[in-house]
């Protein structure tokens, strides 16, 4: 199913909202605002300053007195892998009937940023939650500070990184909208989610080993790897246990990378000893399975669809010629099955595949992109402690919380269900791209004029 933003914006009476993203187009969001007759409704944005200098717009511009906009304050930048942004790509929206005075919430979160481009020339992803019922405030005393909590703990994860906006690298104005969305938050009801909130915010982390007896999720420092690998190592060895009871193992089933930026990782040994491990645990084997990174090459976006989509997002150069090794793990973008192969891809995911390519033993949907600055890197000399750049946002999908023993991707399940994949899986069938590529800048100035510096 494909949304635009007019369809998030009908799915129940909406009295208030809250977007928090990198980049932002303020007249295209009021516009779709008033597309839809809720122009009057309150509209807190949160965003990364850097994106949008609001000076460059007209300041008495009407969405400039409906949209209450709060750029974010970042820490300082360390070093060339701690260079902390807004990145996160989350809406909240909060919904009344005056008829009824019934309440409740949806979260939703994406890979787009606020922008026409972005909603209307790249292939993106989005979760959006069912209705989340608020109880009224005359009931909240007597409630149990657990209520509404789904069993991925949900409503843990997104009340501790609601709560990073509050440390002292913020926009003090932003008080008034973080304060009045926790309420709502601590409100609802989150019983029925089945997905895993995975988030990070900018920081310095101390490093703790994940170990068997002690595996269980926690959120207390919103770090992207950290919670990736307490949930695997808590889960995966149920799902394995299972596949292994059909006759399959999924212990080497390949990790899929699928990105719109490549970052800097200079010698091959520090994805493969940091990220993949993380991706790959289970409770008792550390598996090193094979790791693909779908990326479009430059000749895939000279074929694209829509003349009018910003190529220079992929461009990936200058950091090459310090890992070459990426070359033998990149795979071209493909979704024939879909329809959307000439259609740029801004999503981000990755997931654990079946070599036959039918079966998923977890799929994240993520603003995250490839790089150190959104997964985190080692801080420390002695690996005790670690710096995560950037505020990110995704959804987990395990098998377990969905009653099935794995995800069916083109055949159904057990269940009767197949998981919703964009892209093709074929990964023995796509071949490798070694030749005209985003690094190979002659080419790329021959396939479009956009080159950033």
Same mark, same amino acid.
């Given at each position: ?17 809250? /977007? ?127 209520? *509404?909590?789904?069993?991925? %703990? ?90 292994? *009871? ?14 719109? %930026?490549?970052? %800097? ?22 598996? %090193? ?49 879909? *329809? ?35 997964? *985190? ?70 396939? /479009? ?5």
């Amino acid at each position: 199913m494909f949304y635009f933003p007019t369809d998030l914006l009908s799915l129940g009476p909406l009295k208030e909202s809250l /977007h928090m993203t990198f980049n932002i187009s303020p007249a295209w969001l009021w516009e779709q605002y008033k597309l839809s007759n809720l122009e009057n409704s309150k509209i807190d944005v949160w965003y990364d300053k850097p994106y949008l200098d609001v000076r460059r717009y007209d300041e008495n511009a009407i969405y400039f007195t409906t949209l209450n906009m709060f750029n974010i304050i970042l820490p300082p930048s360390m070093n060339d892998h701690y260079k902390p942004s807004h990145h996160s790509r989350m809406s909240l929206f909060y919904y009344r009937d005056d008829n009824t005075s019934k309440e409740f919430i949806r979260v939703a979160v994406m890979t787009a940023n606020l922008t026409y481009d972005e909603w209307n020339t790249h292939n993106q992803g989005i979760w959006i939650s069912p209705k989340c019922e608020l109880l009224s405030t005359a009931h909240m005393a007597a409630i149990h500070v657990a209520y *509404g909590e789904s069993t991925t %703990k949900f409503k843990a994860t997104l009340l501790a990184y609601l709560q990073h906006y509050s440390n002292d690298h913020r926009n003090p104005d932003i008080d008034e909208s973080l304060n009045r969305w926790v309420q709502h938050v601590k409100r609802a009801n989150f019983e029925h989610i089945r997905v895993v909130l995975i988030a990070s915010a900018p920081g310095i982390y101390k490093t703790e080993p994940v170990m068997p007896e002690n595996c269980y999720p926690s959120s207390k420092d919103p770090d992207n790897m950290r919670i990736v690998q307490e949930y695997f190592c808590n889960s995966h060895n149920i799902i394995t246990k299972t596949l292994r *009871g059909d006759g399959i193992s999924s212990i080497n089933w390949p990790i899929i990378a699928q990105t719109s %930026k490549i970052g %800097k990782f200079g010698p091959e040994d520090v994805i493969f000893e940091e990220l993949l491990p993380s991706l790959s645990t289970t409770r008792c084997v550390q598996a %090193k399975p094979n790791l693909w990174i779908i990326y479009p090459s430059a000749e895939d976006y000279q074929q694209r669809e829509l003349p009018n989509d910003l190529g220079g997002l992929f461009y990936y150069s200058t950091q090459h010629q310090q890992q070459l090794w990426i070359e033998q793990h990149l795979l071209r973008w493909s979704a024939e099955r879909t *329809g959307r192969t000439k259609i740029m891809p801004l999503i981000k995911s990755y997931c654990r595949v079946s070599p036959n390519s039918k079966l998923l033993s977890w799929f994240l949907l993520t603003s995250a992109c490839l790089t150190k600055n959104a997964w *985190g890197c080692p801080y420390s000399q002695d690996n005790t402690r670690r710096a995560v750049g950037n505020y990110e946002m995704g959804v987990l999908f395990l098998p377990i919380y969905f009653g099935d023993n794995y995800f069916a991707i083109q055949d159904v399940n057990e269940n009767g269900r197949a998981f919703p994949f964009m892209y093709d899986l074929n990964l023995y069938g796509i071949p490798h791209f070694r030749d005209r590529c985003f690094w190979d800048k002659d080419y790329i100035k021959s396939v /479009h004029t956009y080159i950033p510096n």
